[in-house]
């Protein structure tokens, strides 16, 4: 009797941690970044639809839903559209979302600014300590940048 009450306990448990879960994967966005240069962003998912914007590579955008091969996407000013899923990667990337913003040579408004930088510049981002983003610019240029200035202000 003992084991089967400890059985049902079990699973009763398991099922509220993933009842539980489930909310917070929800919340989580998923971010992706643009593969190449001059990819189109469409009005609909389909070759068919009209093309509403064209972005760049590494350009990040969230995915807010998939339709087949195409992905529903939104950028940093809100726009929104669709993109051929094969055009996007996994990798990590922010747009720097003030006019101007300091990238410094560590996580604290205490570091050196080591660069200024305006806003529509996109960076990899390669880390996160608190609310600092360690990112890293395509000529090599590396530092951090707080999340206030970038988008999205959490890319992991």
């Keep these: 009797m003992k084991t089967k009450a400890f059985?049902?306990?079990f699973r009763v448990t398991l099922v509220a941690l993933l009842i539980l879960s489930?909310?917070?994967?929800?919340?989580?966005?998923?971010y992706v970044s643009v593969k190449k240069d001059g990819v189109n962003i469409?009005?609909?998912?389909?070759t068919d639809h009209?093309?509403?914007?064209?972005v760049f590579e590494s350009f990040p955008l969230k995915i807010l839903k998939r339709d087949g091969k195409w992905v529903s996407v939104e950028d940093y000013?809100?726009?929104k559209g669709w993109i051929y899923s094969p055009l996007v990667?996994?990798?990590?990337?922010?747009?720097?979302?003030?006019e101007m913003g300091n990238m410094r040579s560590?996580?604290?408004?205490?570091?050196?600014?080591?660069?200024?930088?305006?806003?529509g510049v996109v960076f990899e981002a390669r880390e996160m300590s608190g609310d600092w983003i360690k990112v890293r610019y395509k000529d090599g240029l590396?530092?951090?940048?707080?999340?206030?200035?970038?988008w999205p202000g959490n890319p992991f």
């Design 89 to 98: 990667s996994s990798k990590k990337t922010v747009i720097v979302n003030v």
């Design 142 to 150: 590396t530092g951090w940048m707080h999340n206030s200035l970038l």
């Design 7 to 9: 059985i049902n306990h």
């Design 50 to 54: 009209n093309v509403v914007w064209q």
């Design 22 to 30: 489930f909310p917070a994967a929800a919340v989580a966005a998923d």
């Design 42 to 46: 469409r009005s609909g998912p389909g």
């Design 106 to 119: 560590g996580p604290s408004t205490n570091d050196d600014v080591i660069a200024e930088v305006k806003k």
């Design 77 to 79: 000013q809100g726009d």
